[in-house]
């Protein structure tokens, strides 16, 4: 009774605020009524997109609701969901290069629809999806490199390069003439995240770089990533370059073969299991070492002198579907170079009687993995990998001689072995949620031990006769290193409203090595606002870390890399960039973009004044510093993707600066590659069905060097140094700019008769076709001469070392 009295009484107190209440509370009754009644009448329709002739899934089809305006797309396993009202509803799902799917029904349920696309039956005219074009998908910072484009790229020596197409990215730099390396907004070569199927590469160069470790013949697709990175990518602060290789045929046994000028190569692929199991092999393989011994032995009849070359690699995949829902694959790759060196030498005057020398090197990656996937529900995908890493690189150098000592001949044996190397094995599980049309999440976690071996030497010597001695230095234990790496992230795809797609994350990331723990929260945000049908502007924001270091030895040809780990001397490096974009399509023809960068970079490191690096990782901590860089600039493109005539055109400006508090007197200085200017032309032409031409054009300002201003005579003080040498002074770091790079490329290939999947194609380029011959390095030479008194003067000059002059060459492919 009381408790009725108090409820009357408050009512009559308070008349309006009780009706205020009650109209809130049946509102927001009425509210989640309405929601939870909405989410009912919406269904999800998912599955995959294949190749219909093959079912090899296809990654970014795009798939559009017409009556509903809602989309969505294939990720990287060829996985789509897209959640929609109940009803009526028309499917298109488009992918370049194939004919659109339509499909119309009613949604009454969950439904899973996979759809296989036909490819298109024009060779002359190629399908352009829209929805990929730069000015309307939600992707900044990120370039999808087309596998044609590729191939048809001008090849040297006949092989046509996934890193050297790359080069021609605006704001992506080649970083020495005729090497696969790359820089990008400022950052070194070994700032760039490289994954085949998700997993790291460490070493991507074939022939001392002048070829990448990437068959092309064995990719599917490509991405690069060079700003607003997803938080699902980290460890590298300048770019990502996500390439994925096919799964195999599933229909029928296919494949290619392929002879050029340097190496021959194959891939093979089919069913195991007809719709079910498919296989893909591919294979590469130089084979200059089976007459390099015999043009040799007719140049150099006493045999003094015998060297050999070759590289190899190896990319197989297994990959078996158990139902529409889960399947699984299996993957290796294998790449190996090795160099030989043979030298005899006799009767050397005052020092051996005769004497021989063989020398070894070789470098390489292992890669193993396997990958589940499955799709949970019809709006959950779950994605799990194990995988195995190596990267090894190996010398030995074994010398034989006589000598005279004492009036009596003796022998000797020397043997040297130097290892280096690192191993991960690696765990990850990610997740990818699509609650509605709204939002598409990601989530997941990684773990990798790393297992550093930077060097381990091994010297043993035997002298014979009157000395009887042998020794080998045990491994160096410190250059033994353990650590362990963890990340856990997720983002979030959100289209807000339809003019603005917001996509945030965060990362977060440890690494522990010996008694030092090192953690990171990195955030990550990119912005899409569409301003109307054909043109957009995006901005971005990503902070990235970096927990090891490369050490290179910057020889002619035999570079040395030693990963290394950070340290509580050295700590990991970061970056911050910032980065704004205009995107517009013209009359459905041509993309135009430009984008405005700003990188900050910390703990990047650099070698003090004087110090080197010899092949050896001792003590590397006392010889480098450790200081902060920055990068700004702006890119420039056109792009004509479709029709007969495609091609771009680019143009960057670009600064790139660092500064260490004991080097250069704590004053910002270029950069080694702080190229100011680099402007690149692409043009494909397709004559007819049997032939088409490709013409590229790359000019780039020079790169950065440190040269003497001066040198100091030497006073004549016995034993102090060397004649000729000097007290060399110089002004400031990388004070001298080479000269410009630039070169013309041309190609073309001829498909003299097409009869179904068996065809062949011969391909023709010249690389260089004005035989530019642009500098490899610079060195200072000491000429000597005598002066009318008979004293000796020494005129210092620079030298330049060039590569490539003009070199054509021819390949034929043969598909069935």
Known sequence: MEGRKSWSLNKMLYPKANRTMSKALLSTGIGLLTFFASEAQNHTISGYVSDLSSKEILIGATIIDDVSGKGASTNSYGFYSLTLPAGNI????????????????????DTVLNIPLSQSASELEEIVVIARRHSVNAKHGATDVPIEKIRNT???????????????????????????????????????????DGNALYNINHLFGFLSVFNTDALKNVTLYKSAFPARFGGRLSSVIDVNTKDGNKEKIAGSATVGL????????????????????SARRSYADLFMGKIQEWTDEDGNSRDNFYFYDLNAKLHHKFNDKTSFHVMAYKGVDSYKNRMREKDIPGERTHSSTHQDWSWGNTIVAARFNRSLAGNLFMNANLSYNRYAYRTSIEEKFNFIESEKEKSAHNRLRYDSGIRDYTGSLEWEYI???????????????????????RLSENVGNAINADYQSPALPSARTHAKET????????TAARPFILNGGVRLSTFHVREKMYAALDPRFSARCLLDGSTSVKAGYSRMRQYIHLLSNNSLLFQTDLWVPVTDKVKPMNSNQYSVGVYKTFNRLFDFSIETYYKTMDNVIEYKDGASFSGSSASWEDKVEAGKGRSYGMELSVEKPSGKLTGSAAY?????????????DGEWFPARFDRRHTANLYLSYRLNRKMDLTIQWTYA??????????VVEAADIPDAWKPGEGLTQFDHRNNYRLPAYHRLDIGMNYTPKKEGARYGVWNFSIYNLYNRMNTFKLYVQTDVEKDAGGKNTYTRRLRKITLFPVLPSLSYTYNF
């Not at 300002?701 to 001066?710: A, E, K």
């Open 435 to 457: 609650p509605s049309t709204r939002h598409y999440v990601r989530a997941g976690a990684h773990f990798v031990f790393h297992h550093f071996r930077p060097e381990v030497f």
């Open 90 to 109: 028309r499917i298109r799902c488009q992918s370049v290069g194939y004919l659109t799917y339509e499909k119309d029904f009613n949604l009454i349920s």
């Open 701 to 710: 300002s020079g790169d950065r060097m440190t040269i003497p201003l001066m």
């Open 154 to 196: 001008p090849a040297l020596f006949g092989e046509s390069d996934l890193m050297k197409s790359l080069q021609y990215v605006p704001g992506v730099q080649h970083a020495t003439e005729g090497k696969s390396d790359l820089t990008v907004r400022g950052g070194s070569p070994d700032q760039n995240l490289v994954l085949l």
């Open 262 to 281: 340097l190496a021959a190569k194959f891939n093979l692929e089919g069913p195991v299991i007809k719709d079910k199991t498919s296989f893909t092999l």
């Open 652 to 664: 960057a400006w670009a600064k790139t600066e660092r500064r260490f508090e004991r080097i250069n």
């Open 487 to 494: 990340a856990v992230y997720v983002e979030d795809e959100w």
